[in-house]
């Protein structure tokens, strides 16, 4: 199709990098589900996050980047707190409690939570009706793909509960980060908060690491801890906040609707967790909401949704 109102659709080297980020994340559930098999969740998820800290620190300042001004520490502080410490207690804890399914469909709908929080912060971000209709039919897709037939009973309600904890502490670590991404790296930022954030809750993993038995523990499972600290924690992170900076919040927050899709599919391989009719229409209705949240009419002008700093 040609002509003045034509759509197109708009695809970039960070979709790439975001849709990478949605493989990442969708397999995380799957190898932190198996390996808090053999290390309590609250440790297992301690050394994960100082893992994580240690590599972004370290990377950060080979960069040549400096510690963040005195004055923005508050909502650095802030930001590690809620979008580090709260959400990996809540989504772990969670994730020990519930299915994958469960876990993933409810983080699925990320773009809601962020939207909302937009919404209140009197500052939504431009979104058009094609990207409400993409965001709504995604979220019916999440639905389909973990709520039918995920098999949730009253003994996965605390899990389920928490992971919607998890969920909107995760959307305020995305939008409040606006001011913040305007004079620092996606890097910059996501280390030092994960700094924070460590330095909260490791304490909540150190009564499991004392109990443990080391020697028990498979090299399977030491090799899961570093590989989602490194990736899920570290590379994801950074991802995640560029998109932020150069798409917004609201537009990112999209690609988490198909985080539920990899989820499924590894769960469904690895843990042998069920796959039906109803998870393949969930599946094709997610596809179709990040096409339509990513189709947009050639610009005229600079488009209003994208997230500059300079």
Not at 35 to 51: S, W, Y
Not at 81 to 101: I, K, M
Not at 124 to 140: D, I, K, S
Not at 257 to 279: D, H, K, S, Y
Request: glycine share 10%; aromatic share 8%; proline share 4%.
């Amino acid at each position: 199709m040609t002509g003045r109102g034509a759509l197109r659709l708009h695809l970039t080297p960070l979709d790439g990098l975001l849709l990478l980020l949605v493989l990442i994340w969708g397999s995380n559930f799957s190898i932190v589900k198996a390996a808090i098999e053999e290390i309590p969740a609250l440790g297992f998820n301690a050394l994960r996050v100082a893992t994580a800290c240690l590599v972004l620190l370290t990377v950060s300042r080979l960069n040549g980047e400096a510690v963040p001004a005195r004055g923005d520490w508050p909502r650095l502080a802030a930001l590690g707190f809620f979008g580090h410490c709260c959400y990996q207690l809540a989504f772990v804890s969670g994730l020990e409690r519930t299915t994958v399914a469960n876990s993933s469909l409810i983080l699925g709908c990320m773009p809601i939570s962020v939207l909302v929080l937009n919404a209140v912060s009197g500052r939504p971000e431009a979104v058009g009706r094609r990207q409400w209709l993409g965001v709504a039919l995604a979220v019916a897709g999440v639905y389909l793909v973990a709520g039918e037939g995920a098999g949730a009973t009253s003994e996965t309600l605390a899990g389920d509960s928490l992971t919607l904890a998890a969920l909107w502490c995760w959307a305020w670590y995305t939008t409040g980060s606006r001011t913040l991404l305007e004079r620092y790296s996606p890097l910059q930022l996501t280390a030092y908060a994960t700094l924070v954030g460590t330095l909260c809750y490791v304490p909540f993993g150190v009564p499991d690491l004392l109990r443990l038995d080391w020697g028990a523990v498979s090299g399977w499972a030491w090799v899961a801890l570093v590989v989602s600290g490194l990736l899920a924690l570290s590379v994801a992170h950074i991802i995640w906040y560029t998109g932020v900076k150069r798409l917004g919040s609201a537009r990112t927050s999209v690609y988490s609707n198909l985080v539920p899709v990899a989820a499924m599919a590894v769960a469904f391989v690895w843990l042998q967790e069920p796959i039906g009719a109803a998870r393949l229409a969930g599946a094709t209705l997610v596809l179709a909401g990040l096409v339509l949240t990513r189709v947009q009419r050639p610009a005229v002008s600079a488009p209003v949704e994208t997230v500059t700093t300079r």
